[in-house]
Structures are given as C-alpha cells and as structure tokens.
Nanobody, 122 residues
Framework: QVQLLESGGGLVQAGGSLKLSCAAS????????MGWYRQAPGKEREFVSA???????YYADSVKGRFTISRDNAKNTVYLQLNNLKTEDTAVYYC????????????????WGQGTLVTVAS
C-alpha cells in the first residue's frame, strides 16, 4: 500500500507563492504518475495538475502559467510550485498517485494524500 504525505501549505497574500511537496512511501509498483487535486470550501474536488514518470505534465486551465509541477523520482516526491496566487486558489490540496494522467485528471487513481491547506488572503 502506498502512503502519500503532503507538506508546504499555509497562509499567503494574494500574488505570493508557495511550494507544496508530496512524498510517496510504501509499496510503489511500476512508474506511476503523480499529481494534485484541490477542494475549495463548498465545492467538489477538482484536478489541478499531473506529471508522468517521464516528466510529461498536465494542467487545469485555471492554473496554467502560474503553477508548475515537477518530480524527483529518486525521492518518490512530487512538487507543486504555486505562483501569483489568487484568493480563488484557497483550498485543501491533495496529492494523488495513479495511471493514465491527462488534462482533467487520471484514468485511474491508486492513492490519495491527507491534504494540505492553502489559504490565500486578499
């Protein structure tokens, strides 16, 4: 079983930056894709970004050009750099591991993290 542990959330002013990290541990099979979803208060969870093991990336239109996903395969860790944050980016950000990533989400999800809260103040 895979465990995903996020870190890096916090409170930031609009226009500021944060970097989220997600470390995977446990039984990791093959070369899984990893990524991020988020859930704002009162809203459904939505796809943010994903990256394949080889480094191909996918972004939601709402974050394209502001967020950057990357990964360190040797450390089983995925990162999300959040720049030019807006109040509407306030949400709990969840790390995910799965297969067949594409714009909009994964074809199949294998594991979720517990989430890390990002709050953007105006």
């Amino acid at each position: 079983q895979v465990q995903l542990l996020e870190s890096g959330g916090g409170l930031v002013q609009a226009g500021g930056s944060l970097k989220l990290s997600c470390a995977a541990s446990g039984r990791i099979f093959g070369s899984p894709a990893m990524g991020w979803y988020r859930q704002a208060p009162g809203k459904e969870r939505e796809f943010v970004s994903a990256i394949t093991y080889a480094g191909s990336t996918y972004y939601a239109d709402s974050v394209k050009g502001r967020f950057t996903i990357s990964r360190d395969n040797a450390k089983n860790t995925v990162y999300l750099q959040l720049n030019n944050l807006k109040t509407e980016d306030t949400a709990v950000y969840y790390c995910a591991q799965g297969r067949a990533p594409r714009i909009g989400g994964f074809g199949a999800l294998d594991a979720w993290g517990q989430g890390t809260l990002v709050t953007v103040a105006s």
